[in-house]
C-alpha cells in the first residue's frame, strides 16, 4: 500500500513505462545574485551543491541532454525523458532567449516527453507562461517555484526576496494556462520554523491542490551565510528523526492527489557541512516508510480544504 504518491508512480502512470529526469544547466542567472534583487542570494545558496547539472566546464545544453539519454539508458534502463532546467532561475531572460533554449529539447525526437522549469515566482508573467503553454501540446510541462515557506518572515530571514503573495501570484497566472503543471519547492528545517510552522505550509499547499511538490531537509553547504550561522551557534542542523516525524506529519495534510516529486536532498559530500544523514536516501524513504506504515498515516488524511 502506498503512503503517499510518489513521482515515479505518477510518471508510470502517465507514460507505461520507465521515465528518467535529466537535469541541465542552460546558463541562467537569478535575480537575487546578479543586483536585481540582491548579491548575496539565499542564505543556504550554493546550486554546485544541489543541481548535478552545474559543471566547471560548461556543456551545451543539447550535450548534457544527450549524456543524460545514454546514462538514464544504461543505468535505470529508461525509455523516456524529462528535461529539467535546474540551476538558479530558469524563466530569468527574455522571452527569445527561453524559447532558443527550450526548443533544444526538440532534437531529440520521441525520446524527449517532457519539459521541467524551475525558477522563483518573481520571474514569471503571462507572455512567459504563453511560450511554455505552447509546449504542452506535445510535452508534459511542469514549472517549479520555489515557495520554501509561506511564512513572509522566514522568507526574509532567508533573503529571499519574495514573499509568499508572490508564489500565490505565480500559481494564479500559471493556472489561467489549463496543462502547466505547478510544482512547489518547500524546506524543512528553515532557522526559526518549528514543525507546527511547518505543518502550516503543508495545509496552504493542501488547500491550494498543489499539483506536485519537492520537499527538501535543510541542509548546510559550505562557504554559504547559512554556514557562518552555524558555526557561530545560531542555528542547528535537524536530526534525522525530527525531520522523519515532521515530513510525515506534512505529507498528511497535502490534497491525496498532489504528486511528491521527493522528500530528500542530496548535496556532494565535499560541499555539505550538516546534516551527515543527508545523502542516505534510502534510509531517509524506508524510515518515512516505516513512520506512516506504523502510525497508520496516508497522504490527504489531515488535508483541510479551508
Known amino acids: 500500500m502506498d503512503r503517499y ?15 528518467c529526469k535529466i537535469s541541465v544547466d542552460a546558463g541562467f542567472s537569478c535575480p537575487n545574485l546578479d543586483g536585481t534583487l540582491s548579491r548575496k542570494g539565499c542564505i543556504f545558496c550554493d546550486n554546485r551543491a544541489f543541481s548535478p547539472a552545474v559543471r566547471d566546464k560548461k556543456l551545451s545544453v543539447e550535450h548534457q541532454i544527450a549524456m543524460g539519454i545514454e546514462y538514464g539508458e544504461k543505468r535505470y534502463s529508461a525509455e523516456r525523458f524529462l528535461v529539467y532546467f535546474q540551476p538558479y532561475s530558469n524563466t530569468y531572460a ?3 532567449t527561453l524559447e532558443e533554449r527550450y526548443n533544444v529539447i526538440k532534437r531529440f525526437g520521441h525520446k524527449v516527453v517532457g519539459l521541467c522549469i524551475g525558477t522563483r515566482p518573481d520571474c ?6 504563453s511560450l511554455i503553454e505552447n509546449y504542452t501540446r506535445d510535452y508534459e510541462v ?3 517555484y520555489g515557495l520554501q515557506s509561506i511564512h513572509d518572515s522566514t522568507l526574509k530571514m532567508l533573503n529571499r526576496n519574495h514573499n509568499y ?27 526559526g520554523e518549528e514543525q507546527r510552522d511547518i505543518i502550516k505550509t503543508a495545509q496552504a499547499c493542501g488547500r491550494l491542490k498543489i499539483d506536485g511538490i519537492k520537499i527538501h531537509p535543510m541542509h548546510i553547504v559550505k562557504n554559504t551565510l547559512l554556514q ?17 516525524d515532521t515530513v510525515s506529519l506534512f505529507i498528511t495534510a497535502l490534497h491525496p492527489t498532489t504528486v511528491i516529486h521527493r522528500i530528500t536532498a542530496e548535496c556532494k559530500k565535499q560541499l555539505l557541512v550538516a546534516p551527515v544523514w543527508l545523502n542516505d536516501k534510502e534510509k531517509l524513504l524506508q524510515a518515512v516508510e516505516q513512520k506512516m506504515e506504523k502510525e497508520g498515516l496516508l497522504q490527504g488524511q489531515n488535508y483541510v480544504s479551508a
Open 5 to 19: 504518491y510518489r513521482f515515479s508512480r505518477y510518471l508510470k502512470e502517465r507514460f507505461g513505462c520507465r521515465v
Open 228 to 244: 557562518k550561522m552555524f558555526d557561530e551557534g545560531n542555528y542547528k542542523a535537524w536530526e534525522f528523526d525530527r525531520y522523519i
Open 94 to 96: 527574455s522571452v527569445e
Open 165 to 191: 503573495a508572490d508564489f500565490l501570484r505565480a500559481c494564479e497566472l500559471t493556472r489561467e494556462k489549463k496543462n502547466i503543471k505547478i510544482c512547489a519547492h518547500v524546506i524543512i528545517g528553515l532557522p
Open 142 to 144: 511542469w514549472i517549479e
Open 124 to 129: 514569471i508573467d503571462r507572455e512567459k507562461l
